[in-house]
């Protein structure tokens, strides 16, 4: 069964950084895409980031690039994001996916809050 | 980036009704790659459909996909309670985004 479980998720003052985490299980981590998407309160959603199975292939939305990092840990079947300069505007709850290349995404984690707010 | 805009916002419905919801494209999603998801309060997205047409696994054949290019549709054909969520298109033609959303309400 795949779960996956984000954490790092808080509130932060703006251009402060948070580093977020995804801890990933009931499937061989290192054969999948993951992906990073956000959505903020009461709004739509938005794909942040997705990362190769490999980790050579990295893509960020323009909202994002220069200021979040993905990464993965294959060993420790663990995603994370790098998050710095942040933003009011990158306040939302974050939710770590499982693929990305195929285009969609059929699991999903339960998602981390993470405020930006003085 | 190719901008998807859905509608209506909110489509009001009693069960048992049809539901059509309506995904617009501003430039041509090629090869239909078109997905569909439902939320619910407090849930993450659920894959409906992918590839504008194909349902997911599990996915109960009430919920039909159809279109290309740029004009796609989501179609309930029968409307249970459970199905009452917002709605999300999403494209992965190119970079991955997704629309506004629909909202199907209870009438």
């Known amino acids: 069964q795949v779960h996956l479980v984000e954490s790092g998720g808080g509130l932060v003052k703006p251009g402060g950084s948070l580093r977020l985490s995804c801890a990933a299980s009931?499937?061989?981590?290192?054969?999948?895409?993951m992906t990073w998407i956000r959505q903020a309160p009461g709004k739509g959603l938005e794909w942040v980031s997705y990362i190769s199975s490999s980790g050579d292939t990295i893509y960020y939305a323009d909202s994002v690039r220069g200021r979040f990092t993905i990464s993965r840990d294959n060993a420790k079947n663990s995603l994370c994001l790098q998050m710095n300069s942040l933003r009011a505007e990158d306040t939302a709850v974050y939710y770590c996916?499982?693929?990305?290349?195929?285009?969609?995404?059929?699991?999903w984690g339960q998602g981390t809050l993470v405020t930006v707010s003085s | 980036e190719i901008v998807l805009t859905q509608s209506p916002g909110t489509l009001s419905l009693s069960p048992g009704e049809r539901a059509t919801l309506s995904c617009r494209a501003s430039?041509?999603?090629?090869?239909?790659?078109l997905a569909w998801y439902q939320q619910k309060p407090g849930q993450a997205p659920r894959l409906l459909i992918y590839g504008a047409s194909s349902r997911a696994t599990g996915i109960p054949d009430r919920f039909s996909g159809s279109g290309s290019g740029t004009d796609f549709t989501l179609t309930i054909s029968r409307v249970e309670p459970e199905d009452f969520a917002v709605y999300y298109c999403q494209q992965y033609g190119g970079s991955r985004t997704f629309g506004q959303g629909t909202k199907v309400e209870v009438k």
């Open positions: 430039q041509s999603v090629s090869s239909n790659s």
């Open positions: 009931g499937f061989t981590f290192s054969d999948y895409y």
């Open positions: 996916a499982r693929g990305g290349y195929s285009g969609w995404w059929i699991y």
